[in-house]
């Protein structure tokens, strides 16, 4: 392995072959840990009681409402699909109803902009070619144990979509993640089929616009990787990641960049 955010000619072909490559403590145990530090005390200061958006990627043509919206540039907190009874009430405590964080936590927290914005972050794009990149999102995701939802086969080009295409993204694992308790999975070579589809905001909400190709499940491997080691993904990427029915959760940081050099951001995104 190269140094933390520096490719080697070996891991660039893999990144180009494959659609994705690993990187093996790209963050220390001190960074991981301020990371979820902060995050525990970002839970404590949230008002549960303010909102119950719950995100879903199999339902997401539903999330037309503001919160949503808003979140882009605003640290938002969106609860399990499974995170409630038929009551309507919670069937766990709060800190572990929780199914991400995001979408500025990049842009408005201290803590997560001094990661998101670290040279060895900047040293990684440069290496991948980007001339101007900008952190488009960024979240935090919880993978609860018991309840953790699973999210769908999908391109991180169709939500972030610009012209050319640019959009990567970086997952970065804060807990050690496994099978057992919902890793990511991924279709190696698939990039290079191009996108699918594309996820577009209109005036009645967001939709896709074509459904979702069928894939043979045999075709996913398994992305099991330690505590701070980072996984950079190819926009076209096919990958998802299946519900944690464990008892451990698996925390995670995500971020997607685009290139904003000879790139046109497209004004239908969500």
């Not at 060895?120 to 794009?125: A, I, N, Q």
């Not at 952190?135 to 699973?150: A, L, R, T, V």
């Not at 990787?225 to 029915?245: F, Q, T, W």
Request: charged share 25%.
């Amino acid at each position: 392995m190269g140094i933390a955010g520096n490719l080697t000619p070996a891991q660039l072909h893999s990144f180009h072959s494959d659609g994705y490559i690993v990187m093996e403590s790209f963050a220390s145990g001190e960074e991981i840990e301020n990371l979820r530090k902060r995050m525990e005390e970002l839970l404590n200061q949230f008002d549960y009681s303010t909102t119950a958006s719950i995100f879903s990627t199999k339902n997401q043509q539903k999330l037309t409402d503001d919160y949503f919206y808003e979140s882009a540039e605003k640290i938002s907190f969106f609860f399990e699909e499974k995170a409630f009874g038929e009551d309507g009430n919670l069937k766990q405590p709060e800190g572990l109803s929780i199914n991400k964080v995001g979408h500025a936590l990049h842009e408005i927290d201290p803590v997560f902009m001094n990661f998101s914005n670290s040279e060895k972050v900047s040293d990684l794009f440069r290496s991948l070619g980007y001339k101007r990149p900008i952190i488009i999102q960024s979240m935090y995701i919880f993978k609860q144990p018991g309840i953790g939802g699973e999210v769908v086969p999908h391109q991180d080009n169709s939500f972030l979509y610009t012209e050319p295409q640019t959009c990567t993204g970086l997952w970065l694992a804060l807990e050690d993640a496994t099978i057992m308790n919902g890793c990511l999975w991924a279709i190696p070579g698939s990039h290079k089929n191009g996108l699918v589809r594309r996820f577009i905001r209109a005036e009645d909400g967001v939709t896709f616009d074509r459904p979702s190709p069928s894939y043979d499940q045999k075709d996913f491997v398994p992305i099991e990787v330690k505590a701070g080691s980072l996984v950079v993904i190819h926009g076209d990427l096919i990958h998802r990641s299946l519900e944690n029915e464990s008892s451990k959760s698996r925390h995670a940081y995500g971020l997607h960049i685009i290139d904003t050099e000879g790139c046109k951001w497209a004004q239908d995104n969500w």
